[in-house]
């Protein structure tokens, strides 16, 4: 049976714990490729490179376990101590199907966060992040 | 082991001169003595980019073979690949023929995957 998956489906898992309020989640995947095209061909030809993998992902930031919510990703970048090696978090894309779940799972650094507070607003954070490695589980 | 025969992805050829000395008077008058008959010094850089390393070593392996600048040596027509001219154009002339003008410059680009630049001259 076909599925439609809309953003009710949508979940995001930071180290292996679901993040409430999740507003929205994107990932970007792509492969740098390399030019094989030698002085007599007339088309050009490639061969694969490197993949890269990033993304971003808007949480209100909701005041909870300081696990599953906000906290955790503003944790990895606003922190008094540098960023070390070991700073990176378990990232689970997922679509939610019946109970079957759809994931796209990979290790990544959280580059950036954007968070504030308005008036007449919920604050929220914007965090981006950039994948280290291959992708540790793909179930799309 | 003959000049490898992969081919190129950028070839840049210079044409050389002929072998003459010019004499420059006070007035300005430039009297020039013709030492030779043969056009000599042509350039060549081929490029082989995204080659794999297995090809790239070829490179290194034939320059060697050739005690590096020291002995020269014909190339393939491979070399000429997409030329659409006189095959004689781009090649050393009579009585030339083509030694290492630079050592081949091989760079890595990722696993299994590298690059290189073999720069060349044509001599008598």
């Known amino acids: ?140 | 082991m003959a000049f490898p025969s992969h081919e190129p992805t950028g070839r840049t050829f210079d044409a050389g001169d002929y072998t003459y000395k010019t004499f420059t008077s006070q007035s300005g008058k430039e009297v020039r003595i013709l030492y030779g008959d043969k056009r000599t010094g042509m350039t060549l850089r081929l490029e082989y980019t995204n080659i794999a390393d297995t090809a790239a070593d070829d490179f290194i392996t034939h320059y060697d073979e050739v005690k590096g600048g020291f002995t020269t040596f014909t190339l393939p027509s491979q070399f000429r690949t997409g030329w659409g001219g006189s095959a004689a154009a781009i090649d050393v002339t009579v009585g030339n023929k083509w030694r290492y003008a630079a050592p081949p410059s091989v760079a890595s680009v990722r696993p299994g995957i590298s690059s290189v630049t073999v720069e060349l001259i044509g001599v008598l």
Do not use: C
């Not at chain 1, 199907?97 to 919920?122: C, I, K, M, P, Q």
């Open chain 1, 1 to 140: 049976m076909s599925k439609v998956y809309t953003g009710r489906d949508g979940k995001l898992l930071i180290d292996g714990t679901e993040q409430i309020k999740v507003t929205n989640w994107s990932l970007t995947g792509a492969l740098e490729v390399l030019e094989t095209t030698t002085l007599g061909d007339d088309q050009r030809s490639y061969a694969p490179g490197v993949q890269e993998f990033s993304g971003s992902a808007a949480l209100l930031y909701y005041n909870d376990d300081g696990r599953n919510d906000a906290a955790t990703a503003l944790k990895k970048v606003l922190k008094i101590a540098g960023v070390s090696s070991t700073d990176t978090v378990d990232l689970r894309l997922r679509l939610v199907e019946g109970n079957t779940n759809h994931d796209v799972r990979l290790t990544a650094y959280v580059t950036s966060v954007t968070f504030g507070a308005s008036v007449g607003e919920v604050s929220s954070a914007q965090i981006s992040f950039q994948g280290t490695g291959a992708l540790t589980g793909v179930t799309i």
